[in-house]
């Protein structure tokens, strides 16, 4: 796995520093009270500087870097490998690489969607686009159009199966392995969600 060039890393930090700060301050004086200013300003750069990076204040929380990372590490997974599969290995290669606060971070961020309901329709519009870029890699991977309706009943269930566990995750304050709570989750699809 190759690391990151300075520019891509710089970039990253940026955006990791906007969010600890929005977060931050979110908590200290509420979401609504803060403004786009009061967060650019904490972080050190300007207003057009996290437009950049966030299009929306809502984006500061719903946004991460982590789409990206998973894409990379979903296409290192072996060719033959079943989406689920190839999935199940990605997450776990990518949550590997997170330190307690990035998880901490995670977990605020969750929190924080949960509680704003103007945070809660945003995470929908994430979700959605979220849901396309899975449909795009299941239908590259085997062969298929975006569009079919398996492969887009495949990313809906699979993007529904993350959002139960990373709950199930958030809900038990944390404590719980978030790759293994995931894992039970795919495990669970896999097996045809039997009851």
């Given amino acids: 796995m190759s690391r990151p060039g300075l520019r891509e890393r710089k970039k990253t930090e940026t955006l990791r520093r906007m969010q600890e700060e929005a977060l931050r301050l979110f908590e200290e004086q509420g979401y609504d009270a803060t403004t786009i200013e009061q967060i650019a300003e904490a972080a050190g750069v300007s207003p057009s500087t996290f437009y950049r990076y966030f299009p929306t204040k809502e984006d500061v929380v719903v946004q ?6 998973i894409v990379a590490a979903f296409r290192r997974q072996p060719e033959g490998a079943a989406p ?75 993007i529904a199966t993350w959002s139960a566990g990373i709950l199930v995750w958030v809900e038990g304050g944390g404590q719980d392995d978030l790759t293994a709570v995931l894992g039970r989750c795919l495990d669970h699809l896999e097996a045809g969600v039997p009851l």
């Fill in 84 to 158: 689920i599969d190839a999935f199940r290995s990605a997450l776990a290669e990518q949550f590997a690489q997170f330190s307690p606060e990035d998880m901490a971070r995670l977990r605020g961020r969750v929190e924080l969607v949960l509680s704003v309901p103007a945070l809660r329709a945003r995470q929908v519009q994430q979700v959605v686009a979220t849901e396309r870029m899975i449909g795009e890699m299941v239908a590259e991977r085997t062969g298929r159009s975006p569009g079919d309706l398996e492969v887009r009943n495949f990313a809906a269930a699979l």
């Fill in 64 to 69: 991460d870097e982590y789409d990206p990372m």
